[in-house]
């Protein structure tokens, strides 16, 4: 791939024309007036990505030399110079593939070097792109190119006499009469009508401002394709489809319920020139005046447009959609991954890890402060075993003896049955002072059955490593998240319909981002969540737990140096993404760079402090001026940083814990009555809307113009995933399984059969089985006196 000093001109060899190649407009300049920064700006962040800085690193610690750009300007600059970077690459191909050829002249190369999309290089290189042999070739060696451009030239002459001209029965490519010659001579402009890059260009915009997407359901299919009823007779602009409207179409089309259309805008039954037609026509010179050659020349307009061009740029419309759509879904999908990933974790507290079943029954395991492992079993409180009281004392004695605070239990099958087992306990033993919430076992099954997962717990059954990862999940959702591939954490809208490496490499980097944005504790971090600090790859994570393994904790930050293949480069990206609690040096527990740490001495000479006094005086540091401290190396912007960062040493970004109490009774959808006010909590953030849990196994859908009472383009400017928020019942359609919900509980309850204004756009999910009530607990006798047991063998073992 070319450097960005090469993108800036021609290299040497490519200089040596018979004319001197214009300049190429630099990289930087473009990347630098796309994102309304300066120059050096984005230079200064090129050469530190070209060096090996990851995006975490430059925008944490070397915001001098960008002048501050952040994450987000810095995923986007480096996405765009790949992009630029690979059309440069392509541009050098293509002006060496028509040097080649003997056709390169300074009009053809201009244009190359002006091209700004990669579209735009295409089309002025189709001309010259080897192709098979066309009809256009074959008449040109049949000596037919003089023909064509007489006609087009000349149009008072008649074709057919100046065709006659050019029969001849004999010879390598023989013309058998006039009618063969002037289909010839029509073969070579069509090819040239529709081989001009400029009108290419413009007729590519002019569809896509005008042109409509059409769908309609095939023939039988509409019953198998109900879910696609929305599109069975629909049309829309292409410049107003939303994206996940846009992925639905073309979902319809794979399966082949709808089919699609990609129109013009123009009456494909009108017998008069289309305005695009009329537009190719200008372009050559060709009128209809009466004259001989007109209605020539008007057929041959009319034939490259409808045989060559309308369905190149058909293709073209479908491929444009196609990526704004992509394009955009991957944007949600890697925003509510890092809403996901950056949810409050309820911290270190001895959990309870619950991954709920009817038949195989409840899989339990129990997690101590530090997220180890420490004891599971299974219980049987549901169909077809029914042991509820059984099951109340296992999870009692298991609470009393682990000194539980919290519960966690999966959001799967038998959730909210499940969650009625906890709440009984919770109100028959009340001094156990649990917290219970419901948590997404997304990706849950996939983690089990990984290779981390069966290395970690090796004895362990995959159901109840399950178990285990759902109670991490509530210690530190970014923590065990990691361990899990992105893409299957299932916060995305037609995920499986992406492309995969753009959708993995976008979510590698929210993940990436998440995890140097909260921290990492270099002493207890599994291998999955090392992989992910800035300059740490696998091979990095395997070393450092292996030598944390081997020789015990580390104690400082240096002692990094000593774990094989851990150079200079990466403990400068790694080092300040790193925690270590209760080290040698308390810095060592912050976010300051050691790179800084001569400058935190200069603090603490100016203050007459120790850096264990100084940390958390937030009037001391508050009084400081960082321009003092600034040098040639620090700027007044790290300066900053070190002293927020000294009043609150590896501050969690992250919110504080909060759980959705979910209302007793309302256990189904035929439960719900519209009107109801719930507490839900917000499980998936989609283009048209929200999808939120209100604890009946199937989530509703909050729809966008249900969100605010003021008009929001994107519904994460008011929720965001594993947000708790109130919300009210407004539809509840049990044969398709569909809940409508709104944020604004003053709305009023649409009347039976009334369809609602916003459009609906339920996403139909599956119902799962619902088993026969759950027995009510005793709650005395034997039950109460197995508790009080369990209560005294507790106090005997911590005695």
Known sequence: MPSIRRSAGASSTHRAHCFERPPVPKIASIIAAELAVREEQVQAAIDLLDGGSTVPFIARYRKEATGMLDDVQLRALEERLGYLREMDARRIAIIDSIKQQGKLTPEIEKALLAADTKARLEDIYLPFKEKRRTKAQIAREAGLEPLAEMLLTNPDKHPETEAAAFVKTDGEHPVADVKAALEGARAILVERFSEHADLTGSLREAIWSRGQLKASVRTGKKTEGAKFADYFDFSEPYQKLPSHRILALLRGEKEEILTLDFGDGEDPDSKEPTQYENRIAATFGIARKGRPGDAFLSDCVRWAWRTRI???LALDTRMRLWQQAEKEAVRVF??????????????????????????????????????KFVDHTTIYPHEPARKWNESMLELAQLCIKHRIELVAIGNGTASRETEKLV???????PELKLTKAIVSEAGASVYSASEFASKEFPDL????????????????????????????IGVGQYQHDLNQHVLSRALDATVE???NAVGVDLNTASAPLLERVSGIGETLAANIVAHRDG????PSRAKLKEVPRLGPKAFEQCAGFLRIRDGENPLDASGVHPEAYPLVKKILAATKSDIKAIIGQTKTLQSLQPASFADDKFGIPTVTDILKELEKPGRDPRPEFKTATFQEGVEKITDLKPGMILEATVTNVAAFGAFADIGVHQDGLIHISAMSERRINDPREVVKPGQVVKVKVLEVDVPRNRIGLTLRLSDPIPAPGERRKDGGGNAKLVDRYRPKPEPKSTGGGAFAAALAKAAENSKGRSK
């Open 551 to 554: 020789n015990g904790p580390f």
């Open 423 to 429: 709440t009984d306990l919770m109100k028959l033993k």
């Open 334 to 371: 890697a925003a509510n991954l890092r809403d996901l990933l950056l949810a409050a974790p309820a911290g270190g507290r001895a959990t309870l890890g619950l991954d709920p079943g009817f038949r195989t029954g409840v899989k339990v395991a129990v997690i101590d402060q530090t997220g």
């Open 310 to 312: 309308k369905t190149g």
């Open 461 to 488: 059954d995959v159901s109840i490593r399950g178990a285990v990862s759902i109670a991490r999940r509530l210690q530190d959702p970014l923590g065990e998240l990691v361990k899990v591939p992105p893409q299957s």
């Open 513 to 515: 981002d998440c995890v």
